[in-house]
């Protein structure tokens, strides 16, 4: 299931980047267990009532877009 989620993603990062789509769809492949990870504290935080995100995170309530661009360095600037 991966590879069908990651080969779409993969092929519109590499004709934006030129990174080759073998190298992206390995890296996003390598990235879904710290996503799987960033989120699942986050929705863990978000039941337990946590008054602020652990130091780095962004709150809760971003988007997928917000959780990449945090990690790949870019998205979103939170205010």
């Known amino acids: ?3 069908k989620l990651s ?3 993969a092929t519109s990062v590499s004709k934006k980047t030129g990174i080759p789509v073998a ?4 890296a996003v ?4 267990p710290a996503l799987v990870t960033v989120l ?3 929705a863990s935080a978000e039941r337990a ?8 995170a962004q ?4 988007d997928l877009g917000d959780l990449l661009g945090s990690i790949l360095g870019g998205g979103k600037k939170q205010q």
């Open 1 to 3: 299931m991966l590879s």
């Open 7 to 9: 080969r779409p993603i």
């Open 23 to 26: 190298t992206v769809t390995r």
């Open 29 to 32: 492949e390598v990235m879904v």
């Open 40 to 42: 699942a504290e986050r």
């Open 49 to 56: 009532g946590a008054g602020s995100p652990a130091s780095g």
């Open 59 to 62: 709150p809760a309530g971003g």
